[in-house]
T-cell receptor, first 118, second 115 residues
Framework: AQKVTQAQTEISVVEKEDVTLDCVYETRDTTYYLFWYKQPPSGELVFLIRRNSFDEQNEISGRYSWNFQKSTSSFNFTITASQVVDSAVYFCALSEGSGTSGTYKYIFGTGTRLKVLA | DSGVTQTPKHLITATGQRVTLRCSPRSGDLSVYWYQQSLDQGLQFLIQYYNGEERAKGNILERFSAQQFPDLHSELNLSSLELGDSALYFC??????????????FGPGTRLTVL
């Protein structure tokens, strides 16, 4: 069965520290997509990244980086030099389905609350 | 501002009632997604439409239904409401690419309170 596990319920760091949010997924599909979303205290959801199962290259976007490892079924997210504005709940999600029919399902992890202290 | 609009922002109703939530996607986006976020269930994907057709289905209850109209706006209908349906309902849209693979842009959400 499909599953996304974010074992870290809450993390607190001091500003400028690096922090890694873990995401482990389970799927039997060979074609799937992984996502990270951010939900700041204001409540809106912000899409951060999408990665397909055939692309294991790590990605860096400014202070954000993602490490995708199929061997360990993990898609971890690192924030370098964290800032107070990074305080939010971060969700990892898995999308799997039929590429032929174009139908997909989305499964979300329970989220990790990141608190960055000044 | 993501460009996705949702109305109403807040909705308070009673058990057993029916409500309709509305979503207008970003200009040019063909996919609309609905999500439910509640305290006990977390964030759950409900359903996705692509250019008017249902494309993916998640944990959507039979009391809930959705549709996407020719102008691409979407409505989520919730009927026979129960206390447990109280949640934040998000709509998202994505571009003309293959449904499920594009960047999703989220609306501000509709907070539903069932009393």
């Amino acid at each position: 069965a499909q599953k996304v596990t974010q074992a870290q319920t809450e993390i607190s760091v001091v500003e400028k520290e690096d922090v890694t949010l873990d995401c482990v997924y389970e799927t039997r599909d060979t074609t799937y997509y992984l996502f990270w979303y951010k939900q700041p205290p204001s409540g809106e959801l912000v899409f951060l990244i999408r990665r397909n199962s055939f692309d294991e290259q790590n990605e860096i976007s400014g202070r954000y980086s993602w490490n995708f490892q199929k061997s360990t079924s993990s898609f971890n997210f690192t924030i370098t030099a964290s800032q107070v504005v990074d305080s939010a709940v971060y969700f990892c999600a898995l999308s799997e389905g039929s590429g032929t029919s174009g139908t997909y399902k989305y499964i979300f992890g329970t989220g990790t609350r990141l608190k960055v202290l000044a | 501002d993501s460009g996705v609009t949702q109305t109403p922002k807040h909705l308070i109703t009673a058990t057993g009632q029916r409500v309709t939530l509305r979503c207008s996607p970003r200009s040019g986006d063909l996919s609309v997604y609905w999500y439910q976020q509640s305290l006990d269930q977390g964030l759950q994907f409900l359903i996705q439409y692509y250019n008017g057709e249902e494309r993916a289905k998640g944990n959507i209850l039979e009391r809930f239904s959705a549709q996407q109209f020719p102008d691409l706006h979407s409505e989520l209908n919730l009927s026979s409401l129960e206390l447990g349906d109280s949640a934040l309902y998000f709509c998202a849209s994505s571009g003309p690419g293959l449904a499920g693979t594009d960047t999703q842009y989220f609306g501000p959400g509709t907070r539903l309170t069932v009393l």
